[in-house]
């Protein structure tokens, strides 16, 4: 399907901010945005690379009433060569078509996601920040936008797609953040929707993070829904704990987002001289391997989060201390390995990045 430009006029172009200290994570949007149309009986249809603009939505939108919403992370970087090179977007196209499925959302062929983000970030170059730390995060989304209080899966969707120059998620960026093990809600439960990239996992997983935050943490880790002994995912990240030179993360059991950067770890980590293992870690085990010293390290994995050690993990009324609060060897090693294969800076031999 071709891609229709439709121009920018010049006096709708932003001004770009040019302390790249400030950018923050997701707060500025770029100029244009990529828009796809899915009708019943006619498919996808009338793409465009158009001016960004808010949308003229009916109230009745389904999307408003029942979430019928998922959207994915990636991110653009712009290499010392001047070359744009993009991360992985094919597990991207995959996993969104994989949430899409969960929620009853037709699927984007991949070809399409992938050559419109393309397109887009192509003319949105400029937008593209360079100091470290920074990157252009691109944000597909597929919406329900049919004007019907009834529930069912819409007949009319808009796949989108706008992009950000961003610094770190974390305002602190590389260091190490404190984690509370929540031990009252629970994000996901078997058979539910904790897998798919679903706005809605998000939404109900606000009132814990607030009130982690009014106790000074960063994040909560979330535990298995059934139990609460498991411990499963960060919301934002995957997480790993470094047990000396072996590494290991929870499996993907159904509630967990299988992360794109969590799978980078998982095989970068072997050619780095890292032993990895999914296995089930369950909390009290997991809190008496940091108290004997046996986990020397944690950290969580995430488009948007990197790679973010964490200072401090607190269950109940304990809070242990992982290397003794800093950045750790292993975290370190894995960030600087895996941004260098991002920005340029190390040879990819996987194959992950995708010049633009
Ligand atoms: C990402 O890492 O891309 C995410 O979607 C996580 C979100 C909390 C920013």
Known sequence: MDIKIVPLPAEKMKKKITDESQLGFGK?????????????GQGWCDAR??????????????????AQEIFEGLKAYK?????VAMFRPEMNARRFNQSGDRLCMPPIPEELFLKGIEQLVALEREWIPTSPETSLYIRPTMIAVDPVLGIKPADHYYFYVILSPVGPYYAAG?????????????????GGTGEAKTGGNYASSLKAGLEAKKKGYDQVLWLDGRQQRYIEEVGAMNMFFAYGKKIV??????????????????????TLGYEVEERPLEINDLMADIR?????????????AVITPVGKL????????LSAGKVGEVT?????????IQTGRIADTFGWVRFV
Not at 79 to 83: P, T, Y
Not at 180 to 190: I, Q, W
Not at 292 to 304: L, M, N, Q, R
């Open 314 to 321: 607190c269950y109940k009324e304990e809070c242990l201390q």
């Open 292 to 304: 004997s010293g046996k986990i020397t390290e944690a950290f969580g994995s995430g488009t948007a």
């Open 332 to 340: 370190q090693h894995l960030y600087d390995s895996l941004t260098g």
């Open 28 to 40: 500025i949007l770029t100029d244009r945005m990529l828009m796809v149309e899915w009708k019943a």
């Open 249 to 270: 993360t929870a499996p993907l059991n159904g509630s967990i987002l299988s992360g794109v950067t969590r799978d980078s770890v998982l095989k970068l980590a072997p």
């Open 174 to 190: 590389f260091n190490p953040v404190n984690i509370m093990v929540e031990d009252h809600y629970v994000r996901a439960v078997p």
């Open 79 to 83: 290499w010392a060569d001047g070359r």
């Open 49 to 66: 690379i158009q001016p960004y603009a808010p949308f003229v939505l009916d109230p009745a939108s389904l999307v408003f009433h029942y």
